[in-house]
């Protein structure tokens, strides 16, 4: 969904409508049991893939894996356009300028720019996203996504038409992409303009246990802020965090090792500022 070139101002707010009408027009024409289900799996796969994959392996490398694990991940990420190397090179540039003018999605730079408009183009070109992301760029598969983001959830696009039709389309595919993109740009909205705020951070971000149970742990924002580099964005016991469950579950198994855990030290780090509720 994104590309390093300006659109047209029009064009990104034409294809967001369009692939929003898509399921309702398959509802409308009548859709089938086995569309939901395909949707419901691309839709885990690719909240996995954006979260554990994207967030926390390729941008903040919270865990370590095998390189062909780390293609799953990549792969699972593609899903919803995903691509680790632009991912990981603009997020960090968010970290870097979070809730500022430089910022890549901040909601002080407006609703739709934060929530929609910044995966067309968030400001920044390419060269200065893969300078953020010299890590990855080393490895040629990596690459050949960053170049051809389109092609692998164009292909799983034509494959649930090529198998259900047009319903199976829009719902298992257009709307599995929907709620993994509206996931994402809630926790880079209202992660930012809350006031559940446990550490002093140098931006605006917050925790928003809502959010931290829809997108299966990332709404814990300012915890994540307070210390990016850890696994977990859950530090707390009664911080649901299925993802670092899963990732824990995946240590058990050898695909993934060396998890970062929260410091006590940094974990109890309790500094809240002014008139805000830890």
């Not at 910022?103 to 200065?128: K, L, M, N, R, T």
């Not at 649901?240 to 410091?263: A, H, K, M, Q, T």
Request: hydrophobic share 45%; with cysteine; aromatic share 16%.
């Amino acid at each position: 969904m994104r590309t390093s070139m300006a659109l047209p101002r029009a064009l990104p707010a034409l294809l967001i409508l369009l692939l929003h009408t898509q399921p309702i027009i398959a509802v409308v024409r009548g859709a089938h049991v086995i569309d939901w289900i395909v949707c419901t799996v691309l839709y885990l796969l690719s909240a996995f893939g954006l979260g554990v994959g994207l967030h926390r392996y390729f941008a903040h490398r919270s865990f370590e894996t095998s390189r062909a694990f780390q293609f799953v991940l990549c792969l699972f990420s593609s899903i919803a356009f995903g691509d680790p190397v632009w991912f990981a090179g603009k997020h960090r540039l968010h970290h870097k300028h979070s809730d500022t003018n430089l910022d890549v999605h901040s909601p002080h730079q407006g609703f739709w720019f934060c929530w929609f408009a910044s995966i067309f183009d968030e400001g920044y070109s390419d060269e200065e996203i893969l300078a953020k992301a010299r890590d990855l760029t080393r490895y040629p598969e990596l690459m050949w996504i960053h170049r051809h983001y389109y092609i692998f959830p164009v292909a799983i696009a034509a494959a649930t038409y090529l198998v259900g039709g047009y319903s199976m389309f829009a719902i298992g595919y257009c709307l599995s992409l929907l709620l993994a993109l509206h996931a994402a740009s809630a926790v880079n909205y209202y992660c930012h303009k809350g006031k559940n705020r446990r550490y002093d951070t140098q931006d605006r971000s917050t925790n928003n246990s809502v959010l931290g149970v829809l997108t299966f742990g990332e709404g814990w924002h300012n915890n994540h802020h307070h210390y990016p580099g850890t696994a977990r964005a859950g530090f707390f016991w009664w911080e649901l965090d299925v993802f670092y469950y899963v990732l824990r579950i995946l240590s058990v198994l050898g695909l993934v090792w060396n998890l970062r855990e929260v410091p006590n030290r940094v974990k109890y780090d309790f500094a809240p500022s002014p008139n805000v509720k830890a």
